[in-house]
């Protein structure tokens, strides 16, 4: 796997991040890529001399025992501090100036509910950061031995073929680095069909059965098609067509397949590019109990530079 130079890994909350940093480090042994952490440590308001800078000593000194019970044979590392009070805008900057290609960090709520996916932190980098952020839960393992990438293959929507693209390399070339099984999923649904079965329409049931299986037909048609064109014959994979709504079929394919990493798209069809994450993708976030890798398109912009 040769796809990250710069890596950077946001080690924050410390207490629990042993798993990403685990990952962090072995993503940059194998591309033979420059691996940063960093730490924001909050501004002290009390004006006692010297005090902020006792907080960003104990911090590193956190960070340097951390990285000391790991191996870290054959990966340069060094150590960012950081001081301010919204974290994960920080560590955007950093990654953008920085010329970072992945940011890795710890999930924040973990501790709270074992489904719950993402902070306050998680979010924003989750909404804003250009560059692939991978976020990992604690309780899963850092080398993925299941890996679903989750594609919508609309054709009617342009920006959905390169992401999905992207979506589908970063999964395949991490499975083919852990010898992770392969998932890939496409949900589908015809929209208003609850309500035509409802009985509140004159429509026959054969009638939207016909319109149903010809929905089933189109997709599949594009899910053939955009499958035809990659390079998948040398990786086992197991491919989910399903009809449903798309946040419920990838959390149910999460728990059923005991799925360790979901890749997926991100990014919403809204008037501020960036800010907002999809509805459907929300959904998916807030259901499901793996670690996620969250890609953006090309020529995203992040709101926050």
């Known amino acids: 796997m040769n796809r990250f130079k710069k890596i950077l890994c946001y080690v924050e909350p410390v207490y629990q991040a042993d798993a990403a940093l685990l990952q962090a480090i072995e993503i940059a042994r194998s591309n033979s890529a420059q691996l940063s952490l960093v ?66 960090k710890p999930t924040d709520n973990t501790s709270r509910s074992e489904n719950a996916l993402f902070g306050s932190n998680d979010q924003h980098l989750l909404r804003k950061c250009p560059v692939p952020v991978w976020l990992i839960k604690p ?43 392969l998932h890939i999923v496409h949900a589908w649904k015809m929209y208003g069909e609850d309500m035509l079965r409802g009985g509140r329409t004159l429509l026959p049931q054969s009638e939207v059965d016909q319109m149903v299986e010809r929905l089933r037909l189109k997709h599949k048609e594009w899910l053939d098609s955009f499958l035809n064109q990659l390079e998948l014959e040398n990786i086992p994979v197991k491919v989910h067509f399903q009809q449903g ?42 259901s499901i109990n793996s670690s996620v890798l969250a890609v953006k398109p090309a020529g995203f912009r992040s709101p926050v530079y």
């Open 245 to 286: 709504e798309v946040a419920e079929v990838i959390s149910r394919l999460v728990t059923e397949k005991s799925i360790d990493l979901t890749v997926m798209g991100t990014v919403a069809r809204t008037g501020i590019p960036g800010f907002f994450i999809g509805n459907t993708a929300e959904k998916i976030l807030l």
């Open 39 to 104: 730490c924001v440590v909050s501004e002290i308001p009390i004006s006692t001399p010297n005090l902020q800078q006792d907080f960003i000593d104990i911090r590193r000194a956190e960070l340097q025992a951390l990285l000391k019970s790991m191996d870290t044979t054959g990966v340069v590392i060094d150590i960012k501090m950081l001081t301010g009070n919204l974290g994960a805008l920080h560590v955007i900057h950093t990654a953008i100036d920085g010329g970072y290609d992945l940011v890795v």
């Open 139 to 181: 309780q899963k393992k850092y080398k993925p031995e299941r890996i679903l990438a989750a594609i919508d293959v609309n054709p009617d929507e342009e920006e959905n073929t390169e992401l999905n693209r992207l979506i589908i390399q970063l999964a395949t070339s991490l499975a083919q680095h852990y010898d992770s099984e």
